[in-house]
């Protein structure tokens, strides 16, 4: 897996955003440097990322997912859909189109069900409703949609009610994940992580209300002994069972309390991050 960071610039101060403090260079790569990163990662999925990469120039995304094509490999465009509710319908096709050439797919960063906790979260006033035009737009032009739900301290209690809101008004959206926090980046030792066994009875509801509505979920980031009945929606699980290697080998760790748990051989434990803020599971 290869991830290319754009650069930083962004419309949002996400409070758990795992990205640097803005500052320093900001200038883009050329294609060819963006390339020449490709070729020396890991094989499989391109994920593109900022800073918030549909605010470059559509054609250089363009560029960069037709480069992803080529090469055979397919791309994950990372982004919160605020641009894409303002672009030009010609310039939203246009991505929209290479990144299906691509056989790939929008991550779009949708952290609250409401406009004040949006706020809260995002610190970008108006981006709730522009965020979900954004991702109607994009539906609406053939995108394949990913949610990704940021776990943090200030969200995790109203997760059964982000599942709900995501079932009634994001119909058309391909899969969601629900992602606990990185302390890394901004949120580097954070007081936004919250422990593993607070989040779970609202991520087990929220989770509930997925499956009653058929929606397809994933978990990552909480390990599968804090999802009960859900533990088969962890992400490690079937890379691990696969002995798939990734960054989930080096971000995360078995700590003692994993020692005699039936997840042992499925689950590289809690991300180290979590452990440096809580110590323990």
């Known amino acids: 897996m290869a991830l290319i960071h754009l650069f930083r610039k962004c419309n949002q101060r996400c409070v758990f955003c795992s990205y640097p403090e803005e ?17 020396a990662m890991p094989p499989g999925l391109v994920q593109i990322s900022g800073g918030e990469p549909l605010l470059a120039p559509a054609g250089e995304v363009c560029s960069l997912l037709a480069a992803v094509k080529k090469l055979g490999r397919t791309a994950e465009l ?12 010609e310039d939203l096709n246009r991505i929209v189109n290479a990144l299906n050439a691509a056989r790939g797919y929008l991550n779009v960063n949708f952290p609250a069900a409401a406009a004040a906790l949006d706020l809260k979260i995002t610190r970008a006033r108006g981006a709730f409703r522009k965020r979900l035009a954004g991702v109607e737009r994009l539906i609406k032009a053939g995108a394949r949609v990913r ?6 301290s200030l969200n995790y209690r109203q997760l059964p009610d982000f599942a709900a809101f995501a ?28 422990r593993y066994a607070e989040v779970r009875p609202y991520l087990e509801k929220a989770l509930f209300v997925c499956e ?3 929606m397809h979920c994933e978990v990552d980031h909480i390990p599968p002994c804090f999802l009960g009945g859900f533990y088969r ?14 960054p989930h080998m080096e971000e995360k760790v078995r ?22 803020v809580h110590g323990t599971l």
Request: glycine residues 14%; contains cysteine.
């Open 147 to 152: 949610l990704t739900h940021v776990i943090s």
């Open 255 to 276: 700590v003692p309390a994993c020692r005699g748990c039936r997840f042992y051989a499925l689950c590289p434990g809690p991300r180290k991050d979590y452990i440096a």
């Open 78 to 89: 990372q982004t919160n859909a605020i641009a894409a509710a303002g672009m030009r319908s």
């Open 212 to 214: 009653k509505n058929g």
């Open 233 to 246: 929606l962890n992400v490690d699980i079937v890379k691990m069972r696969d002995g798939v290697r990734g």
């Open 23 to 39: 500052g320093g260079a900001d200038g883009r790569a050329t294609l060819k440097g963006w390339l020449k990163e490709i070729a």
């Open 167 to 194: 079932a009634k008004k994001l119909k058309g959206v391909s899969w969601t994940q629900f992602s606990y926090i990185k302390g890394i980046g901004r949120a580097e030792g954070s007081l936004f992580l919250p």
